[in-house]
């Protein structure tokens, strides 16, 4: 019998009971327990033989995510936060952290690196094969940093290899890399740059080619993606041969596929704790919440004269806000406070100030800041900031709780949700007050110093006129372009920086066009590679200097000291204000096996996991 005789017949019963109801009412209260009964049993009946129609094929893995991932190429599509997890499956990378967030070998099997921190060396492993047969070797590795560095493919994430000079293979299984200038942070931003064929172009956006335990096979943007496992793969190819990526945006409908198991696991897909908290309780579902190391941050402008600029209103900010309610009853205790931007589990990490809510002292902040109360507990502000989130249901809720807690100190808090491309466009010209977001895998790592707090010069003018110096070789070309350099850094509004300053008086007194040209690309570099990711425009000449010196040294005890200073001083001074570390949250059908998370949130436990026939 078809699946449509099974629903029409239980369907045609209840139908006559209904009629018979409407045309006997003595009739009705009579068939009333049988009619609800019958009417519950269709519904079973209906989910079960939708679930039966829904459930995945054997040896196939159903993975839900919210958002779309938006390309496969590791130099172009690293943003986008799904693009970058399937990835993990897709490519390998030269060097992985492990859980303790150090830094260990992947492709290569070993590497070094020179005491002055200019040459590193790579030993590749043999036999690592890419998807389609051809064997990686020192050649492609060189590709595909080569072209990382061609200003061509213009690619976001160059800003992490700019210091090569060249890239040496004196075999088939050696890669080594030459800086000009000492590179503290190489090794550090290698996880995130899978190794791709020598000779491969964009067209690695919609298809890989990686050499990762699992290879794409289909792939329909906004809707699915597929993947098969590499029999070929070098560490044992996953013991699940097919894995399905489906794009579910709504978190409802996520919910309903996960309970009718045309899902087979969802990871930190933004459900609402409560949802999780629900799951956890459905027969045939497992629930695993472990803590994360990814933090959840307020940002704020501390552009020079502009509101946030005031050090005791920010400090004001984090004591109004009491993030153990938010905790406990908006995230149900899947989250642990944050008095950091790195993790506790990390070696480097110090906690600094603390601050626990206290409305009071909030208050008393605001009037030594000059931000009296203009009528007591009257309906008036002190003053009015916005507040940017990303337009998901959970940050909204979170902005709401937030807005109400400062509005009990006098602050107005204005909300406004933005989709993530445009908030972030916002935030890099500098154009917001407050900014809510979450920090993904960059804060494990102590490189996050350099990266976000590091002072940079953020000058679309002053950029533009380095990147009009850069080709020139005709001094005639070179002088109005020197002139022009010269007025800006005259200027003085970048970051207190000696060395910039000696420079730039240098290349004033400078005759040589070719030298005045290299001062003052050695003064670009000063100013704009570091703090790739200082959007709240913090400037500490003395955390500039605690972090080249942290960077510099090899003492484990004397990084750990400089670090304990930066985040003392960072806790502070409050250009963030950490708010939590949200847990690791995975919801997984009983027939998925071996499932063991790492506290990055990373999707490397995909290729471990087990599936029941």
């Known amino acids: 019998m078809s699946h449509l005789s099974f629903v029409l017949r239980p369907l045609s019963l209840v139908i006559r009971f209904m009629c018979r109801a409407v045309r006997?009412?003595?009739?009705?209260?009579?068939?009333?327990?049988?009619?609800?009964?019958?009417?519950?049993?269709?519904?079973?009946?209906?989910?079960?033989?939708?679930?039966?129609?829904?459930?995945?094929?054997?040896?196939?893995?159903?993975?839900?995510?919210?958002?779309?991932?938006?390309?496969?190429?590791?130099?172009?599509?690293?943003?986008?936060?799904y693009s970058a997890r399937m990835m993990q499956l897709i490519y390998d990378t030269l060097v992985v952290r492990n859980e303790r967030f150090?830094?260990?070998?992947?492709?290569?099997?070993?590497?070094?690196?020179?005491?002055?921190?200019?040459?590193?060396?790579?030993y590749l492993r043999s036999g690592v094969k890419f998807h389609n047969g051809k064997l990686l070797t020192a050649k492609d590795v060189k590709y595909t940093f080569d072209s990382l560095l061609s200003p061509d493919l213009k690619s976001p994430?160059?800003?992490?290899?700019?210091?090569?000079?060249?890239?040496?293979?004196?075999?088939?299984?050696?890669?080594?890399?030459?800086?000009?200038?000492?590179?503290?942070?190489?090794?550090?931003?290698?996880?995130?740059?899978?190794?791709?064929?020598?000779?491969?172009?964009?067209?690695?956006?919609?298809?890989?080619v990686?050499?990762?335990?699992?290879?794409?096979?289909?792939?329909?943007?906004?809707?699915?993606?597929?993947?098969?496992?590499?029999?070929?793969?070098?560490n044992g190819p996953p013991r699940i041969p097919r894995v399905e990526i489906k794009v579910v945006a709504d978190n409802t409908t996520r919910q309903a596929e996960m309970m009718s198991g045309a899902v087979d696991l969802a990871y930190n897909v933004g459900f609402d704790p409560e949802t999780i908290r629900a799951l956890s309780s459905r027969r045939g579902i497992q629930v695993v919440i472990k803590e994360g190391a990814n933090v959840d941050y307020l940002g704020l402008n501390l552009t020079f004269g502009g509101r946030l600029s005031n050090q005791k209103l920010r400090q004001a900010i984090a004591f109004a806000i009491n993030r153990d309610v938010i905790i406990h009853n908006l995230l149900r205790d899947q989250a642990r406070r944050?008095?950091?931007?790195?993790?506790?589990?990390?070696?480097?990490?110090?906690?600094g100030a603390i601050y626990d809510h206290d409305t009071e002292r909030a208050k008393q902040l605001l009037d030594e800041a000059g931000l009296r109360d203009p009528d007591g507990d009257g309906p008036?502000?002190?003053?009015?900031?916005?507040l940017f989130t990303t337009t998901t249901q959970l940050s909204r809720n979170i902005a709401s709780i937030l807005q109400d807690q400062l509005r009990r100190v006098g602050i107005q808090l204005n909300l406004q949700s933005l989709e993530l491309a445009t908030l972030l466009d916002r935030i890099n010209k500098g154009q917001f007050d407050l900014y809510y977001l979450r920090a993904i895998g960059f804060n494990q790592s102590t490189d996050v110093f350099q990266f976000v707090y590091h002072s940079r010069y953020q000058n679309a003018e002053f950029n533009d006129v380095i990147a009009r110096l850069r080709p020139l070789t005709d001094p005639a070309q070179m002088k109005p372009v020197f002139n022009t350099i010269a007025g800006i850094l005259a200027r003085s509004e970048y970051c207190a920086n000696e060395e910039v300053a000696r420079l730039a008086d240098d290349a004033e007194k400078m005759e040589s066009a070719v030298a005045k040209k290299e001062l003052y690309l050695q003064i670009a570099r000063l100013l704009t590679d570091r703090g790739g990711q200082n959007r709240m425009r913090y400037c500490n000449p003395q955390v500039d200097r605690w972090i080249v010196e942290a960077e510099r040294t090899d003492d484990r005890a004397a990084k750990a000291e400089l670090y304990r200073k930066i985040q003392n001083t960072i806790s502070e001074e409050l250009p963030q204000i950490y708010l939590w570390y949200p847990a690791n949250?995975?919801?997984?059908?009983?027939?998925?096996?071996?499932?063991?998370?790492?506290p990055s949130g990373s999707w490397y436990f995909i290729a471990r996991l087990t599936l029941l026939k």
Not at 26 to 45: H, P, S, V
Not at 49 to 61: H, K, V
Not at 102 to 122: G, M, Q, V, W
Not at 338 to 351: D, K, N
Request: aromatic share 8%; glycine share 6%.
């Open 24 to 81: 006997n009412p003595k009739q009705r209260t009579k068939d009333e327990g049988r009619r609800t009964a019958l009417t519950l049993l269709l519904i079973a009946f209906l989910l079960q033989t939708a679930a039966c129609r829904n459930r995945p094929e054997p040896g196939t893995l159903i993975i839900a995510i919210e958002a779309t991932p938006r390309g496969f190429d590791p130099r172009l599509n690293t943003v986008n936060t």
């Open 157 to 208: 994430i160059r800003g992490a290899v700019d210091k090569i000079s060249s890239i040496e293979t004196p075999d088939p299984q050696t890669v080594i890399f030459h800086m000009r200038e000492p590179f503290y942070t190489f090794i550090g931003n290698l996880p995130a740059i899978g190794i791709i064929p020598a000779g491969a172009g964009t067209e690695l956006i919609g298809a890989p």
């Open 585 to 598: 949250a995975l919801a997984a059908s009983s027939r998925v096996g071996q499932i063991e998370i790492d």
């Open 102 to 122: 150090e830094f260990i070998p992947s492709l290569a099997e070993r590497f070094t690196e020179s005491e002055d921190h200019e040459t590193f060396t790579f």
């Open 210 to 234: 990686g050499s990762g335990p699992y290879k794409l096979t289909d792939y329909r943007e906004g809707e699915r993606v597929r993947l098969e496992a590499n029999s070929d793969y070098w």
């Open 338 to 351: 944050a008095e950091a931007m790195m993790p506790p589990e990390h070696w480097a990490y110090s906690s």
């Open 380 to 386: 008036q502000s002190r003053l009015e900031l916005s």
